[in-house]
């Protein structure tokens, strides 16, 4: 979970999800999808200012963990199944 309300209230956001990036997510959103992928998820990530004329455009509709990788079907599947039971 990430935005404004789990920035700002954050022990509140962390009672109902795995994870929370506060701040910025940009600067961390690569480290959050290896940890997903890892199966290594953490608690809290900490997203510093992020200049957005730095920040590439999205090239395809698809997750990229970098412009070499996409994640494979099982790697959609692991993040599935996150979203319906909360663990990896």
């Known amino acids: 979970m990430g935005g404004v309300h789990a ?30 992928r890892q199966g290594a998820l953490q608690r809290l990530y900490v997203g510093a200012h992020a200049d957005m004329d730095q920040v590439p455009a999205i090239a395809d509709k698809a997750f990229y963990l970098d412009r070499r990788k996409r994640l494979s079907n099982a790697d959609h599947a692991n993040i599935r199944k996150f979203q319906r039971t909360g663990s990896a």
């Open 7 to 36: 920035s700002m209230r954050l022990d509140e956001a962390l009672e109902h999800v795995d994870a929370v990036v506060q701040g910025e997510a940009e600067s961390v959103w690569r480290q959050v999808l290896e940890d997903v």
